[in-house]
């Protein structure tokens, strides 16, 4: 068991080498004889024993009537690996768009097929490890645009691997492919969870945008005298004039806007944190509210807005995480 998985394990390592060596990571990928590998399936094996079955009783018994037929054969297989072949030479491969995702979710990645002339390209497959596959054809089609699901399994930069292109076109006797990996900037998000909504206001010593009575700092005007208030606050001048018993009333600044604050989580690991912070983000952008991010480094001014979160969520997926791919 060990000496077979140290096989797999070695031949991994030759395959992936040499995909690194052939198809590196580009921006357009023009797929060619350099790029596409070729093969039998069961079904060619079959048909190839066959061919040799025919052969053999066309040589015991003789029979030109045979050997007619098994050169026949033959040659439908060799034109066969001809049309699989071209089926994907010269196909043109890019990733257009990857749309955002959070952690846990699929993110949608969007994948250009272009061809140089019109030609009838059919039953072309293409996924990525861990998506559901799609087929496509391109019938006298400069382009086909195909959607794939590709699983987001951690925050950061997009990586879903390498692409893969097959196809079995026309008889399913043979499968040509490759794994090709056209470069891509897709954002993961943290995962959002649930936590408690961070408090709404706050002493703002003078920065706030709201000012609340009751305070004990800024004067606001005077009122009339209610039973019970504090004689510190009678305005005697006024008093002294004959106005009668008025009292002074304060304000105080109070800070509504609202901190994602990374210490508010004391205790917790870094994308316990970033989690939850993710999941307060969610809640205030839906309620319209004026907030701000405070990471270890970081600090984002109070805002609303789609721009507004969608910065914050790219400061969050990419925290302590390469600045670009």
Known sequence: MAAGSGWRRRWQQFYEGLLERRLPGQKTVRLDSRKLFIFPTVAGFAFGLVLLLLWLLAINYQNNLIFAFTFLLSSVFVVTILHTFANLSGVEVSVLD????????????????????????????????GARPVMVAMADTLTADVRLYVPARRRGWLDPGRLVIDSTYPLGLLRVWTHVKPTLQGLVYPKPLAASPPQQSRPALGEGVLEVAGGSDDFSGLGSYRPGESLRHIAWKQYARGQG????????????????????????????????????????????TSYGLKLPGIQVQPSRGEGHRDRILRHLALFELTPAP
């Open 245 to 288: 018993m008025l009292t002074k009333h304060y304000t105080d600044a109070v800070d509504n806007r609202v901190w994602l604050d990374w210490d508010a989580f004391p205790g917790m690991d870094r994308e316990a944190r970033l989690s939850r912070l993710c999941g307060w983000l969610l809640v205030l952008s839906r309620n319209d």
């Open 98 to 129: 990857a749309q955002p995702a959070f952690a846990g979710d699929r993110a949608q990645v969007t994948v250009r097929l272009a061809q140089q002339g019109r030609r009838f390209r059919d039953s072309i497959r293409l996924y990525y490890p």
